[in-house]
């Protein structure tokens, strides 16, 4: 496993349980001194990282997580943030939303792997993610009206798709934060589990998903998300069109054949 290490960043091609194969990307915030906050710089190499992903086709998952045992990421870093201008505001809070609706529309499936707070932005960014597994002592909240502003980063439209609007508001509105179980009792989180187990737990999550079809998994992703944005014909519509193209990929021939040959699939994305 080589590790990179960027100034406010690391990332690793990680093999899973299910394969030796450094298919899964681990991305790792790397300011642990100010619980993983976000500035611009942090933006700028999450965006590039990104991209770098994307065009590697070895890596068919990937994880979000925050370095040290605190924080996942506390959001916006408000030292280095507070004293800009309107428009340098106004630019960084663009930039966020453009690099996590990145994240929400990768063609990759990415995973939060919440491994302490996750307040404000980072909140937000965790809701970017296909699936959020959380360790016992995560604390999750979109705290930003304690400090007068609003979540910025896409809070205030992805939460409510996720818990609804009740749900929603009350944890928007009241700045509060919630204990890890909570958030997995109201959905927010997909599971919880102990701290020392939260690495495993998400390495076979990922691998599993790593070790899977990487056309369907992509064009599941795709449904998945379009389902909150067309009504159930266009849906539908949609759903014939890439069991078209999974029916006409090589993948699904390998997949057929593992089966009958009593193995494991070797796809090849095609």
């Not at 928007?172 to 989180?189: F, N, P, S």
């Not at 014909?233 to 193209?245: C, F, H, I, M, Y």
Request: with cysteine.
């Amino acid at each position: 496993m080589k590790i990179l290490e960027l100034k406010n960043l690391k990332y690793s091609k990680e093999g899973s349980f299910l394969s030796p194969e450094e298919n899964i990307g681990v991305i790792r915030l790397n300011r642990p001194q100010t619980l993983n906050a976000f500035n611009r710089e942090t933006l700028m190499e999450l965006d590039s990282l990104l991209e770098e992903i994307r065009r590697d086709d070895q890596i068919k998952a990937v994880v979000i997580t925050g370095e040290g045992e605190k924080a996942f990421s506390t959001g916006l870093d408000l030292k280095e943030t507070s004293t800009l201008d309107e428009a340098a505001a106004k630019s960084l809070i663009e930039l966020g939303q453009s690099i996590f609706r990145k994240i929400e529309n990768f063609e990759k499936p990415v995973i939060a792997a919440i491994n302490g707070y996750a307040l404000g932005g980072g909140l937000e960014l965790a809701l970017t993610c296909d699936i959020r597994i959380a360790s016992e002592n995560a604390k999750i909240g979109s705290t930003e009206v304690k400090l007068g502003l609003i979540p910025g980063w896409g809070g205030t439209q992805r939460l409510p798709k996720i818990l609804g609007k009740g749900r929603a508001s009350e944890l928007i509105l009241t700045g509060g934060m919630i204990d890890a179980k909570e958030a997995e009792r109201i959905g927010l989180v997909n599971k919880v589990v102990p701290h020392d187990e939260l690495t495993t737990t998400v390495s076979w999550t990922a691998g599993t998903i790593a070790s899977n079809a990487p056309i369907a998994v992509r064009e599941a992703k795709r449904l998945v998300k379009a389902s909150f944005e067309v009504d159930i014909t266009e849906g539908n519509k949609l759903e014939a069109e890439a069991t078209v193209k999974c029916l006409r990929s090589e993948d699904l021939r390998e997949g057929v054949k593992a089966v009958f040959e009593k193995r494991s699939p070797q796809f090849k994305g095609r």
